[in-house]
T-cell receptor, first 114, second 110 residues
Framework: EAGVVQSPRYKIIEKKQPVAFWCNPI?????LYWYRQNLGQGPELLIR????????DSQLPKDRFSAERLKGVDSTLKIQPAELGDSAVYLC????????????FGSGTQLSVL | RKEVEQDPGPFNVPEGATVAFNCTYS??????FFWYRQDCRKEPKLLMS???SGNEDGRFTAQLNRASQYISLLIRDSKLSDSATYLC???????????FGKGTTLSVSS
């Protein structure tokens, strides 16, 4: 069974540039999460989707971050413009609705903003 | 107070040692608790859930003390392959998303 797929694996950009991350969750997993993990910290939730609806985006910095999951499957997370403090690993995870404690994470996208 | 607090370590132990990690959480309404494991430069993976009565999975024992809002993970007979970061995880108040601690790093040496 294919796991959660994320791309790119690494991204290096200059500050003020835009960047986008892509995630394909496990087939059949209706719930999709974007987490951000800074070095030495645990993952922090940015946004959670149930199908195509963003049901919790309270931690998403909406001035520069946006996300979409148009058909309730793949999702993209965008930052525009990126700042130095956005350097982190961006993790996508998915779960079945009835087992939302067992998250399956992708390998993440490591973002470096120079 | 942070929602989930852990001692970051690192814990450096020899093979065969017993090691315990502790975690406290701030939201008394939390209902679900977990330990996730994260290897270096890898994604977190569920290690085990934590039940009120305590639960065991091989060499791993998890315990919950609701009154003290305290969770523990005990690893017996440590193996080199146990070296990783162990993340204490609690459901948020709505029960809709997981809140992760900073993690405790374990290094097991021969």
């Amino acid at each position: 069974e294919a796991g959660v797929v994320q791309s790119p694996r690494y991204k290096i950009i200059e500050k003020k540039q835009p960047v986008a991350f892509w995630c394909n969750p496990i087939s059949g997993h209706n719930t999709l999460y974007w987490y951000r993990q800074n070095l030495g910290q645990g993952p922090e939730l940015l946004i959670r989707y149930e199908n195509e609806e963003a049901v919790d985006d309270s931690q998403l910095p909406k001035d520069r971050f946006s996300a979409e999951r148009l058909k309730g499957v793949d999702s993209t997370l965008k930052i525009q413009p990126a700042e130095l403090g956005d350097s982190a690993v961006y993790l996508c995870a998915s779960s079945l609705p009835e087992t939302n404690e067992k998250l399956f994470f992708g390998s993440g996208t490591q973002l470096s903003v120079l | 107070r942070k929602e989930v607090e852990q001692d970051p370590g690192p814990f450096n132990v020899p093979e065969g040692a017993t090691v315990a990690f502790n975690c406290t959480y701030s939201n008394s309404a939390s209902q679900s608790f977990f330990w996730y494991r994260q290897d270096c430069r890898k994604e977190p993976k569920l290690l085990m859930s934590v039940y009120s009565s305590g639960n065991e999975d091989g060499r791993f024992t998890a315990q919950l003390n609701r009154a003290s809002q305290y969770i523990s993970l005990l690893i017996r007979d440590s193996k080199l392959s146990d070296s990783a970061t162990y993340l204490c995880v609690v459901h948020n108040q709505a029960g809709t998303a997981l809140i992760f601690g900073k993690g405790t790093t374990l290094s097991v040496s021969s």
